[in-house]
């Protein structure tokens, strides 16, 4: 049925708020971005020299390449311990509410919370982890001084706080997979890992990409872990995208860059997510039919 | 003549060892998920003199000086905790009629501009949040709305109604359209129905959006770090800055803080835990 005058009213709320708030903003930093202006001076057109002063700045580039590892290494690893988990979990579990309940934790403690634990964990004179490390004979993690230390802590950091929500796609879909497949592919005489690999993953594989691109798209955004963690130091060498536009934004107060840069993060993002956005809406909002 | 029986049949061995990997998996799982948590718990209730030594989680001192501390050297921070209550409650309650009723205009009806729309409402959602602070913060010291709860509520909301209503929808999907058939046979106008039929009926798919606003409303750091300053500061962001205070670091009123923030949330999302879960399926996987 179509939509008459009262549903478009029931709508708008929704959507007042989506153009005032992200999309209208979403133009101008476009606009910004072609323009330089700083704090107490209007925007003046320069049009694209912002974009070359951001694309001809090494720390872009290294902001860009410490995105490109801390999103790749936190999504895949997230996503295999998750799947191990949510495997366990799928089998017998003693007190399996309350279980779910201890996994689920870390997603209802704050970004600033977890740099707080973590670096207390961390801490190279005394942190808990960093004597066990010490009595396995380990040195500690030099998070503070080294920077591809710094980013493993950022990751670690991550997986941690977004393990839940992967788990929990992963764990309900692996509970959507029927019974009977089993049983009839253990009446076949198939082994538990032949199992795995030809029912489990197939039919997990629509739970699995949303998974991943949602984790995708967020784990793009990250900053409070970085810049409370290192502050994308030392020497701004673990600055990933988000610190380094607000570096240029609000530090720097060259809003014309941190446009740019804004610019080039959004069509990062949203090259990765177009193809998924694309089934998802088919999937979602087509039932003319009806 | 019959082999002797072995004394421990090796496929009950397998099972046993098998049984035997998987608890220490299970063991493993949540000393990772709940030791953090725990530690900063334990942490904030012993002396401060104890609190570097030992990473053990009970069995050292045990006192509620921290707590007295944070009084003593934060009172703001009782402050900031109640604009963080206001703020996450108020952008829950925002976010609930709005995709309330989007949510069942999107279920009910369809055609070219309303699938259009909606198609829109999951690309703004790709929106980095840091790339909009930069063209927001002209606009909003231009409307004198810097440093206040309102914005925060506009804020969190906005950036939560696309998983609103998306939640709302998926469902309201399930509500068999019979019901509010019939209750248009007898009469009813279509405030009446959704007020008398449809609301009642979608209370998970309520309590789930709410979940998720709730959470980030009363997590979120970076909104909270570039648009507040004094008045309408949350929790979060004052616990960040304990952990950049000039005169070091004071673990003891950190995780006196931390556990403040940090205990009504997670006793929260364990309560509602199986909202939950079924919020993120029907909100991501049952489209």
């Known amino acids: 049925m179509k939509p008459d005058r009262r549903h478009w009213l029931m709508v708008s709320p929704a959507q007042a708020l989506l153009v005032l708030v992200l999309f209208v903003p979403a133009l101008y930093v476009f606009w910004l971005s072609l323009t330089r202006s700083t704090y107490g001076k209007s925007p003046e057109w320069v049009g694209l020299a912002n974009y070359a002063t951001v694309l ?7 902001a860009l390449w410490n995105t490109a590892i801390v999103v790749n290494t936190i999504v895949f690893v997230e996503f295999a311990l998750a799947l191990g988990v949510a495997v366990l979990f799928a089998g017998w579990i003693p007190w399996r509410k309350w279980m779910i309940a201890m996994v689920l934790a870390p997603y209802a403690i704050t970004e600033v919370v977890s740099v707080v634990i973590w670096k207390f964990m961390m801490d190279p004179y005394g942190g808990p982890i960093t004597n066990a490390l010490a009595s ?47 049983e009839a592919a253990q009446v076949d005489g198939a082994n538990a890992w032949k199992q795995f690999v030809r029912i489990t993953i197939p039919l997990l594989v629509p739970a699995m990409l949303v998974a991943l691109v949602f984790r995708y798209i967020f784990a793009f955004r990250i900053f409070s872990e970085v810049w409370l963690l290192t502050g994308g130091g030392p020497a701004r060498t673990t600055e990933v995208l988000a ?24 069509l990062a993002s949203l090259l990765m997510g177009a193809w998924y956005i694309h089934l998802m809406y088919k999937k979602m909002f087509r039932h003319d039919a009806t | 003549m019959t082999p002797p029986k072995p004394l421990l049949n090796p496929r009950l061995l397998k099972k046993w060892g098998i049984g035997m990997l998987r608890m220490l998996a299970l063991a493993a799982v949540l000393l990772w998920s709940i030791y953090p948590i725990a530690l900063i718990v334990s942490m904030s209730l012993r002396a401060p003199r104890d609190i570097l030594s030992h990473g053990s989680l009970w069995g050292v001192s045990f006192t509620f000086q921290n707590y007295q501390n944070l009084w003593k050297r ?69 409307l004198h709305l810097n440093d206040t709860k309102f914005l925060l509520v506009v804020l969190y909301c906005s950036f939560f109604v696309s998983l609103g209503v998306w939640i709302m ?117 049952k489209g």
């Open chain 2, 74 to 142: 934060w009172p703001d921070f009782f402050t900031n905790l109640t604009n963080s209550l206001w703020v996450a409650l108020l952008a829950t309650a925002l976010t609930l009629v709005v995709s309330f009723l989007a949510g069942y205009a999107y279920s009910r009806r369809s055609g070219k501009a309303l699938t259009a729309s909606a198609f829109f409402m999951i690309m703004v959602r790709l929106l980095p949040p840091i790339v909009l602070t930069l063209p927001l913060f002209p606009a909003v010291n231009w």
């Open chain 1, 243 to 266: 610190v380094y536009l607000y570096r240029q934004a609000f530090r720097y107060a060259d809003f014309g860059a941190g446009a740019a840069t804004g610019w080039l993060m959004l």
């Open chain 1, 56 to 62: 001809g700045d090494p720390y872009f580039w290294r």
């Open chain 1, 136 to 182: 396995l004979g380990l040195p500690p993690l030099d998070w503070s001084v080294e920077p591809s230390h710094g980013l493993a802590l950022v990751i670690v950091l991550s997986v941690w706080h977004h393990l839940p929500f992967t788990f929990i796609l992963l764990y309900t879909a692996l509970l959507g997979i029927p019974r009977d497949l089993y």
């Open chain 2, 169 to 285: 929808k998926a469902f309201i999907d399930q509500l068999p359209r019979e019901l509010e058939e019939s209750a248009s046979m007898d009469g009813a106008g279509l405030w009446q129905t959704l007020r008398r039929i449809i609301l009642p009926l979608s209370y998970a798919g309520l309590i789930s959006t709410a979940v998720f606003v709730m959470v980030f409303a009363w997590n979120d750091f970076l909104f909270a770090f570039i648009f507040t300053t004094v008045d309408a500061k949350t929790a979060p962001l004052v616990i960040s800055e304990m952990v950049g205070a000039i005169d070091g670091v004071d673990w003891g009123i950190l995780f006196a803080a931390a556990t403040l923030q940090l205990l009504p949330i997670l006793a929260f999302v364990w309560m509602v835990q199986k909202y939950l879960i079924a919020g993120l399926t029907a909100g991501s996987v």
